[in-house]
């Protein structure tokens, strides 16, 4: 299942330019530049507060960065230059958005429908797909998250764990070119990460493209194909995944060593 | 959608339209203000509920003389005027006194009652016997009559009522000192209450008082018929007949000889009074205080999801009007809220009929406070949620409809049903802009058989059955919005 087919070969699948943020004053990303090349999953680390998820959130707009550049496929939003009348900035929104999946650290599975009923809610009402088609869709993406014949189960009554996988199978079930993964496993008891990893580990094998955020550094190592450090809302090292085992930058080293001695 | 409603209900209540087409029409329909809780003069009969008493029968028989078509409007006294005034009403027919200043501003019939004042009091009460013993004492009154002038005048300090009957049971109880009305009222009283604990105390000074029929000043026409009217039924005596009936004496010429009244309930044990208001009681629930509580409540929470609704929004436009709303629904008495919808608005030439007006005041108020239960909840729908809602694509109506808001209902449901059942009961002052409710029966009752206490006991009780049954829907709706919960 390769994504991201229609874009120029030459091009990567993700294009951030000069992505710069603040909140209220005080900046969180001064300046991040990136690429993802289709079917690659890059794994962007960093410590508490270095902007790692506000890049993922800009790149679906649930942060309006400042200014900088993102292109996902063929839709691409300058946010230096937006349009000035609501409605075509809404549409290019839109048109950004529809070109990405996310997972959230907390699930924010919808409460008051099933596990079939949240896979199917974007592809109906969104996308306006017909509902048997949806449904069978959903069935496939449930089986593959290892959930079949939980979908008529309410997210409530359902483990910390099967709760992210559905997550996952919800934003897969747009059909996105690009997965954004914010932490999903952070919020998670210790023995039910390995599931959702798991996931997430056969996704990447299937060639799906995965931006991931995370602390866990033994799964980035054997997922990535590139290693983002972000650090004071800079990119401050990238590389393959011997970023990871040998970094080149005494911060990334630092904050690698803190983080496999807690974990 | 509300305005739907309300012009669906404005087809169906459509109001008789009034009485200043006296020429036009060959039988004009002419709208009486009444008490209907003033006995003998305006009460309804203890026996088949229908508005009768001196003053019903003696317009009954001008607009037999005059040719017209009656229609009768109950409200408390101090609604009268303001009725008269906001045209609800053609004319007064409740012992209304001509005073100078009531005579400047409308039109009196000839008078067809003679009577006086009288002071009463507790009747272990012996300091008080003329009106200068008034000086400093607390006298129950009702605002708008002119024995609270009378009273006034004598220095007394007055304590609103809504009548004779809330007067006396305040001077039984001692919590006042007197109150000043009408001898043959208040013999009314004595006769059908049988009390002992209240007395007549002494005359309210010496002058006679006239009672007549009062109308607009626009109203000439009308008021002329009806003085000829009057000199006709005092010439062929039919006027007398009435007084005879009701006095045993002639009290619609001056110096009528002494008075006697009969009561106008008697015999009836408490048992008995209560199984008759019964029905009348259930009747004003099924016909005002439900409908008033449904329409009201339906209507109120789509004006509060506007309104929530505009008062999150990112537009100044909507979010200040909403604000402002919210401020003065919940700012002012809901009282004031119904007066200004039913004698403020006519003035700027929106005139509702009372069953409307009393709904768009409810709703309204409603609507305030229910705008601040559904953006509580709406607010208390975490914010991830709607996050997820947008990266699936969903725009602000989509996330509302869909995610939001089935989830703001789970929350509201709770605040929303105190809501309701405030609303249940705050349509008990409906009975103040003439719609004929649970409230306002018992206190027709309560008037004429003098049975407060039971009767208040009973209309509490069917307040209370209703509400019981609206909680019992609130836990019903709880577990049908909560299933997705464990």
């Known amino acids: 299942m390769t994504q991201g087919s229609a874009a120029a070969p030459a091009a990567s699948l993700v294009e951030v330019t000069g992505l710069e943020k603040s909140f209220g004053g005080q900046p969180v990303l001064r300046g ?111 089986e593959q998250v290892g959930l079949g014949g939980r979908e008529d189960a309410y997210p409530a009554q359902l483990s910390g764990g099967q709760q992210q996988r559905v997550g996952i199978a919800r934003a897969l079930a747009l059909k996105p070119q690009v997965l954004l993964l914010d932490e999903p496993t952070s919020a998670l008891d210790p023995e039910l990460v390995g599931e959702v990893l798991g996931v997430i580990r056969d996704l990447a094998a299937e060639g799906w493209t995965l931006l991931i955020v995370t602390h866990e550094v033994r799964f980035a190592r054997d997922v990535a194909d590139q290693v983002l450090f972000l650090d004071q809302g800079v990119i401050a090292e990238r590389g393959g995944p011997e970023v990871l085992t040998d970094p080149r930058e005494e911060r990334t080293r630092r904050f690698l060593a803190r983080v496999l001695e807690a974990g | 959608m509300f305005l739907l409603l309300l012009v669906a209900l404005a087809l169906l209540s459509a109001p008789t339209q009034g009485a200043s087409a006296a020429s036009a029409a060959p039988r004009p329909v002419v709208r009486v203000g009444t008490e209907g809780t003033y006995p003998p003069f305006s009460y309804a009969d203890p026996k088949t509920g229908d508005l009768t008493g001196f003053d019903i029968e003696v317009i009954r028989a001008v607009a037999q003389r005059a040719g017209w078509d009656l229609r009768f409007t109950k409200g408390t006294f101090d609604s009268l005027f303001p009725a008269l005034d906001a045209g609800r009403v053609d004319l ?159 009290v619609t010429v001056p110096n009528a000889g002494k008075v006697e009244v009969k009561a106008s309930d008697t015999g009836r044990s408490t048992w008995q009074v209560v199984k008759d208001t019964a029905w009348p009681m259930l009747r004003g629930a099924l016909k005002g205080t439900i409908p008033l509580t449904i329409v009201s409540f339906l209507c109120g929470l789509v004006i509060a999801l506007a309104v929530a609704l505009a008062r999150m929004s990112s537009y100044g436009v909507l979010r200040v009007p909403a604000r402002v709303y919210i401020s003065i629904i919940r700012g002012t008495p809901l009282l004031v809220q119904l007066f200004i919808v039913f004698y403020g608005l006519p003035e700027i030439g929106v005139k509702l009929p009372s069953f409307l007006a009393a709904c768009l005041a409810l709703s309204l108020n409603v609507g305030g406070y229910a705008a601040e239960v559904i953006r509580a909840s709406i607010l208390g729908v975490p914010r991830g949620q709607f996050e997820a809602a947008t990266t699936i694509g969903m725009d602000y109506w989509q996330s509302m409809r869909r995610i939001v808001l089935p989830q703001a209902a789970r929350i509201a449901v709770p605040p929303l049903s105190n809501t309701l059942l405030s609303l249940v009961k705050d349509t008990s002052l409906a009975s103040i802009v003439l719609v004929t409710e649970l409230f306002r029966e018992a206190q027709v009752a309560a008037a004429v058989s003098t049975r407060t206490m039971a009767l208040y006991c009973v209309a509490a009780l069917y307040y209370w059955v209703i509400c019981y049954l609206v909680s019992l829907g609130q836990h019903a709706l709880e577990k049908r919005v909560g299933r997705f919960a464990t």
């Open chain 2, 92 to 250: 007064l027919a409740d012992q209304i006194t001509i005073n100078p200043d009531r005579s400047a501003h409308y039109l009196f019939t000839t008078p067809y009652t003679y009577s006086h004042g009288v002071i009463v009091t507790a009747a272990g009460n012996h300091d008080i016997t003329t009106l200068a013993d008034l000086e400093g004492r607390s006298a129950a009154q009702s605002e708008t009559s002119n024995w609270t002038q009378v009273a006034k005048d004598a220095g007394a300090k007055i304590q609103y009522v809504d009548g004779l009957d809330q007067a006396a049971a305040l001077l039984a109880q001692g919590r006042v000192d007197a109150t000043v009305n009408d001898n043959i009222a208040v013999l009314d009283y004595l006769a059908t209450s049988g009390s002992t604990k209240i007395k007549i105390a002494g005359n309210a000074g010496n002058a006679v008082s006239k009672q007549a029929f009062v109308f607009r000043k626009s109203d000439a026409a009308l008021r002329d018929q009806a003085n000829q009217a009057l000199a006709t039924l005092a010439d062929d005596g039919t006027l007398a007949r009435i007084s005879q009936k009701y006095f045993k004496s002639d």
């Open chain 1, 32 to 142: 991040v530049d990136l690429t993802v090349e289709a079917g690659t999953a890059t794994v962007l680390l960093g410590p508490s507060g270095s902007g790692k998820t506000t890049v993922l959130r800009a790149l679906n707009v649930l942060e309006t960065p400042d200014r900088g550049r993102v292109r996902i496929g063929e839709a691409r939003v300058d946010f230096s230059a937006l349009p000035r009348d609501k409605g075509s900035r809404r549409r290019e929104i839109k048109a950004l958005r529809a070109c990405s999946g996310m997972v959230f650290q907390s699930h924010h599975l919808f409460p008051h429908m099933t596990v079939l009923g949240n896979l199917i809610e974007g592809p109906i009402q969104v996308q306006g797909r017909p509902r048997d088609q949806a449904v069978a869709d959903a069935r496939v993406l449930l």
